[in-house]
């Protein structure tokens, strides 16, 4: 019996020191393997395209997420249900000033400052920073085995992204552009 305890008490000590010990790790993103598509939507339709992933990671403490930070290639903006003259035309207006000015501002960024475990994911609270300004952003991560799925919708507007908004002019009748955009994100690791 006093062998048994000392047993317990021994084992249980070992499971304590490799929990206390356990390093966060750190997955890196594998880029060309993760896409981000998005959506914007006006009175008379919509436009979709992609647009890349530069650089990300996340940490991970045992099963939580502590943090993370993802890079967005702005100048990677593309159109993909245009072609042509038509296709060009949207890209460099949304790469101008009137949108994402990505001369100024080439990259965005999300960094998670954490990550509460759901059951079938992760709750992200984070920072989103466009076009130079910062706002807080909350979504859901959907994890399954390396890959990891969510869908954001984003008030452009709040980033200074004004152009054809019906909440900034008036008389746009169908030339409006709504003020959310949508992106659909999968990321490979």
């Not at 890196?28 to 598509?37: C, D, F």
């Not at 009175?43 to 993370?68: E, K, P």
């Not at 859901?140 to 709040?158: C, F, Q, V």
Request: proline share 2%; no cysteine.
């Amino acid at each position: 019996m006093k062998t048994n305890i000392l047993k317990g008490l021994g084992a249980t000590a070992i499971i304590l020191t490799t929990v206390a010990f356990t390093k966060p790790m750190e997955k890196e993103m594998k880029v060309k393997e993760s896409t981000i598509t998005w959506t914007g939507k006006k009175v008379l339709g919509s436009h979709h395209g992609t647009i890349n992933l530069a650089d990300g990671s996340m940490v991970f403490d045992g099963d939580q997420i502590t943090t993370g930070k993802f890079v967005i290639d702005m100048t990677s903006i593309n159109v993909v249900d245009l072609t042509g003259e038509n296709k060009e035309k949207l890209e460099g207006h949304l790469k101008s000033d009137d949108f994402f000015g990505v001369a100024n501002h080439p990259t965005s960024t999300l960094i998670i400052n954490s990550g509460n475990k759901t059951s079938d994911g992760y709750y992200i609270n984070g920072d989103i920073t466009i076009k130079g300004v910062t706002e807080p952003i909350s979504f859901n991560l959907i994890m399954d085995g390396n890959k990891a799925t969510t869908k954001l919708k984003i008030n452009r507007t709040k980033f200074n992204v004004r152009y054809g908004s019906g909440s900034f002019f008036d008389n746009l009748g169908d030339n409006t552009i709504y003020d959310d955009f949508e992106l659909d994100v999968t990321l490979q690791f």
